[in-house]
């Protein structure tokens, strides 16, 4: 990102602007994907995250993350205080009002267990978009396709310490951009 923290927290409007020409796309997706594609609720979930973050923008620590990182720890966190709400409402509602009711049963909501493990699939996958191709690729073929250090050199063309260099630079810097999200206080973890 190219406006700096200074900036931000001095809110300059034209840092803020270039934040958010840079990140609102891959932003609003990331929300958009989160609320199962109801863009009403990703177009108001979005505008509160980014005056979350301009409200909060004094509390944001570059040396325990990155700002885009910090920013969709703070639209998951709405997406799931969102969804939260929404389900301790519906266990307030009354049983005449499901008797009464002609709309389907299902409410459409996730069970909590299935929306989080979906939150943080999106979580990680936003997180790896970040990373450039060759560090997504070198995690890719590690730890997905499950390739030792020798077959990556191999298949990459590279040495095998050029391969283990960019698999410690890769999993520092997605650490970094998973932080927000795995530290939250919420979250128990």
Known sequence: ???SVDELKAR?????????NELAPRLYAFILHLVRR??????????????AAL???DGFESQRGE??????AIARNLVVNH????????RERPLEAY??????????????????KLERIEVVRAALLELSDDQRDVLTRKYICGLSVNEIAL??????????????????KLRGLLRWYFAAPDRGE
């Open 99 to 116: 008797i009464n009711d002609s709309s389907p049963q299902s409410d459409g909501m996730l069970p909590p267990e299935i929306l989080e």
């Open 55 to 57: 409200d909060g923008i």
């Open 83 to 90: 969804y939260r709400r929404a389900s301790r409402q519906s």
């Open 155 to 172: 298949y990459t063309h590279r040495s095998p310490k050029a391969v283990e260099s960019l698999l410690t630079r890769s999993r520092e």
């Open 38 to 51: 109801d863009q009403r609720l990703a177009e108001e979930l979005h505008q509160e995250t980014w005056l």
């Open 12 to 20: 300059q409007p034209s840092a803020w602007k270039q934040a958010c």
């Open 67 to 72: 700002f885009s990182a910090w920013l969709f």
């Open 1 to 3: 990102m190219a406006a």
